[in-house]
């Protein structure tokens, strides 16, 4: 029985870890492969669409990859990053696989003309299979150092963010309240409940008609959620319990994780939790970017730190730190003008580079199909 192929990931530096992440994630369902990620070590995505690749925190340097790539069956690698090191001159050890290099940079190929070539690097994209650059000097470059035109691909950099997510469930279902303000809270740790609801009834103050829709981190916490909320002088409707909100309901307690894209496809302004209180890490925010929601977040974000820099970074994102910052921030970003430019912003974020991704995908669905033959 011939050997699964296996497909290997690596981002040579940290800048390069949520384009890897991506890559792998989208490969699971496209890819008849195993599919491996590695050089992210601690900076690797917690992200739940990860959930079928294999995560190699071990492997923090290119000699350990390629040692362990060796010992394997037919394997491709998918470098992310500058070509800069020797040992990628031993894989593979037999025919079979292919060296895809991505995200190459004008700066990351050495101009020959000034004879600055190391011999190894020279060697290196010699033997690439592929070559997918970030932009078009960066292609001719390669072709002036002597690559075949044909492995050239300048396609731009990969997409770093994931996709749209799912919304489950019947999409007429809250309808009725289509025409009414909203911002929702989701993933809510029960640790910043009482931050959440002090920040809506401070916004109640000012919006009287403002809905929050609030899921929580843990179903199991929505009995406490519900009682805290009544005990805040809120009236509620639990999703849970078939509640319909009507115009006098200022929270609709909404159901746990399984069905947080719901939620954040309704208002145009979401706080993501977990990331309230020291103790958190964050909440992967490109669910909500990528279904074009304005994102407020928290100061703890340890886990998503590159993912928050990036939507920050776009105009898409804003860090509050209490009950008053977020409470403030959720009324200046109701504003129908910039929940609009902001949620743009996040939804463009994601989908840049979906064509680059696409092609590398294609590149490796042609390896696979090779092997079978």
Not at 22 to 42: D, K, Y
């Amino acid at each position: 029985m011939p050997q699964s192929p296996h497909i290997w990931i690596y981002a040579a530096d940290p800048s390069h870890v949520n384009a890897a992440a991506f890559l792998a994630s989208s490969l699971q369902t496209q890819a008849t492969a195993q599919i491996h990620l590695a050089g992210c070590g601690e900076t690797a995505p917690k992200r739940a669409d990860l959930s079928g690749v294999i995560c190699h925190s071990d492997i923090l340097t290119a000699v350990d990859l390629i040692t362990r790539i060796n010992t394997g069956g037919p394997s491709s690698l998918v470098w992310f990053g500058p070509p800069n090191f020797s040992g990628i001159s031993d894989f593979p050890p037999n025919a079979s696989g292919c060296i895809l290099f991505c995200n190459l940079g004008q700066a990351d190929i050495p101009n020959k003309r000034l004879g600055l070539f190391q011999t190894h690097a020279e060697r290196l994209i010699k033997k690439a299979t592929d070559l997918y650059t970030t932009s078009q000097s960066a292609a001719e470059r390669l072709i002036k150092v002597g690559i075949d035109a044909d492995k050239i691909h300048a396609v731009g950099a990969l997409q770093t963010a994931g996709s749209v997510p799912t919304v489950l469930g019947d999409a007429d279902e809250f309808t009725a309240l289509k025409g009414r303000s909203q911002w929702s809270a989701v993933n809510i740790h029960k640790s910043e409940l009482l931050s959440v609801l002090l920040a809506h009834k401070a916004i109640l103050r000012e919006s009287h008609r403002m809905l929050l829709i609030l899921s929580p981190s843990d179903a199991r916490d929505e009995p406490d959620f519900k009682s805290a909320i009544s005990e805040m002088g809120l009236r509620v409707a639990r999703r849970l319990d078939d509640e319909i909100p009507d115009n006098n309901t200022a929270v609709l307690l909404a159901d746990g994780p399984d069905e947080y894209a719901r939620w954040l496809s309704m208002a145009p302004v979401c706080f993501l939790g977990c990331s309230l209180m020291p103790e958190h890490r964050g909440s992967d925010p490109m669910p909500a970017a990528s279904l074009g929601s304005a994102v407020l977040y928290g100061p703890h974000i340890a886990d998503y730190l590159g993912d928050y820099g990036q939507l920050a970074t776009a105009g898409a994102a804003r860090i509050v730190r209490d009950a008053d910052s977020l409470a403030t921030a959720v009324l200046q970003v109701s504003n129908p003008q910039l929940a609009a430019q902001m949620g743009y912003a996040a939804w463009n974020l994601v989908s840049t580079g979906a064509e680059a991704t696409d092609a590398v995908i294609s590149r490796l669905q042609k390896w696979i199909k090779g092997l079978k033959r």
